[in-house]
């Protein structure tokens, strides 16, 4: 059950992530997959952990977790390696092409439905 609780929020962020992508621009890269699986059981672990909050502090978190992840990944694949798997640069207040306010924006109504998805998995990966 262990392994439970770590892969299958994982795969879920995997494949979620993943196809928002592909609706949002019509492909991803497997870097981004990877980074959906991580970002999903990091946002989970937040989910599970957090002491008692506002839910708007909770999906500002989410939104914070989901941007620090796209920061590292994107000074990696995109600054470091020259791989462009994507560019910022032409949006407002952007940094150094890999985040921007934009984003983070939509990464804080991203975390409403990640947080409902938690609610439906807990009972059954996250017994108390």
């Not at 879920?12 to 592909?22: C, D, K, N, S, V």
């Not at 600054?79 to 092409?97: A, K, T």
């Amino acid at each position: 059950m262990k392994i439970a609780k770590i892969t299958i929020p994982f795969l879920m962020g995997y494949f979620l992530y993943a196809l928002i992508e592909i609706l949002a621009r019509g492909y991803t890269h497997w870097t981004m997959t990877l980074t959906g699986g991580a970002v999903f059981t990091t946002m989970c672990i937040l989910f599970r952990n957090a002491p008692p909050m506002p839910k708007q502090l909770l999906y500002l978190l989410g939104a914070f977790i989901i941007t620090s992840y796209e920061l590292a990944v994107g000074v990696v694949v995109n600054l470091y390696l020259n791989w462009n798997v994507w560019d910022y640069s032409h949006l407002p207040m952007n940094f150094h092409g890999q985040i921007c306010l934009l984003h983070c924006t939509f990464w804080y109504f991203t975390s409403i439905p990640a947080k409902y998805l938690f609610d439906i998995l807990e009972p059954k990966f996250y017994p108390d």
